[in-house]
Nanobody, 121 residues
Framework: QVQLVESGGGSVQSGGSLRLSCAVSGHTYSTYCMGWFRQAPGKGREGVAVIEGDGTRTYVDSVKGRFTISQDKDKNTLYLQMNSLKPEDTAMYYC???????????????WGQGTQVTVSS
């Protein structure tokens, strides 16, 4: 079992910044990558950024150059630094521990409860 608890969401104006945190606990030995995903009202879930065990980072095109995923293994925490936020970044953001090498979440993977990010114009 893996437990994930997100924090750091909030409301900011366009151009602002937020840093999301995800506290990770439990047995993570089967986790291939950690990632941030988001879901806006009326839309499907979207992968935002993932980081693999070897440190390889992948971002969705819409956040490249603005968002940075990182992890502090000593603190068992995953981060998402979000800069130059836009209204279209508004969504519920979820942290996930993914077991498949493709970093695509599958049934049985672990999710946090989510943290809301709202960006106003």
């Amino acid at each position: 079992q893996v437990q994930l608890v997100e924090s750091g969401g909030g409301s900011v104006q366009s151009g602002g910044s937020l840093r999301l945190s995800c506290a990770v606990s439990g047995h993570t030995y089967s986790t291939y990558c950690m990632g941030w995903f988001r879901q806006a009202p009326g839309k499907g879930r979207e992968g935002v950024a993932v980081i693999e065990g070897d440190g390889t980072r992948t971002y969705v095109d819409s956040v490249k150059g603005r968002f940075t995923i990182s992890q502090d293994k000593d603190k068992n925490t995953l981060y998402l630094q979000m800069n130059s936020l836009k209204p279209e970044d508004t969504a519920m953001y979820y942290c996930a521990a993914v077991r498949h090498f493709s970093c695509t979440p599958l049934p049985g993977d672990y999710w946090g409860q989510g943290t809301q990010v709202t960006v106003s114009s």
